[in-house]
């Protein structure tokens, strides 16, 4: 690694984002790994997912061996400005669904889902066996 790297700030990095020019970041560490696109074991579409965003999460996530820990030195290209970094968004839940405790409605749906095939057959039968009766 550099004594002095290269500093960017995230909007440079999230624009490579192609197959042919990748960068990422990981622990606030800027690589290219354009030349490592055809041969990462989880395919050019994982590292690609991982652009315009701090990968760090994702790349932990994996469980990557000591050995592709020590390649990524031949990638590393500089650090990012973790101040430019956007930060990650956390879940809001709507606050207009209402909770409905006993399921109502679902019990009902289910009930009748079950009920209104079986009246059809019910009356199926009943129409058949009324029609019998009548041409006997």
Known sequence: MESNPKKFVFDDVSTHNKTKDCWLIIDGKVYDVTPFMEDHPGGDEVLLAATGKDATDDFEDVGHSDEARDMM?????????????????????????TYNPDKTQDFIVKILQFIVPLVILGLAFAVRSYTKEKSA
């Open 73 to 97: 030195h031949k990638y590393y290209i500089g650090d990012v400005d973790m101040a430019t970094v956007p930060k990650k968004r956390a879940y809001i839940a709507l606050a207009d669904r």
